[in-house]
């Protein structure tokens, strides 16, 4: 079994589409939010998008929930503008901080949403995240 856990908080499928590019790079399924963390999992990729400047309930349940003592977290997240992204990333790693992760790093990009942000995530966004994945994996 890995010791990678990839799990998503997606509404509308964009953020599915990066956790989905993140979890073939690394060779692993996505795993489920609704379920607890595998005591193997040491290196978990949390994603959200952004609903109203904050992550999706799923997502602050499940930090919430969760026993991330000794175990290294990397973030990603889709959003409609940059700020949002940021500041959501932002409250995930101070939330799982206090649940004793050590955040690795973070990862963004566009997801469209009305019609903005049209084609996102893209091809390139995808193939960024892949690299975002390989460099979380070896920091890991
Ligand atoms: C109800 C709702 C609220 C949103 N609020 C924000 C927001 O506050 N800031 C932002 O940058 N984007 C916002 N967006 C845009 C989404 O973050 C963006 O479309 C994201 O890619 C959605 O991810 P998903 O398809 O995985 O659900 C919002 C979208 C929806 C549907």
Redesign the pocket.
Known sequence: MSDIAVLVD???????KVADAIASELGVALGDLNAPLPADAKVVFLGS?????KPGDGMTKFIGNGDFTGRRVALFA????TA??EKVLDTMAVALKEKGATVLGNFHCR???LFTNRGHPSPEDLENAKKFAREMRAQS
């Open positions: 997606s509404r509308g499928g964009n953020t599915r998008g952004v609903y109203g400047g889709t959003s409609g503008g949002g992204a997801g469209k949403f």
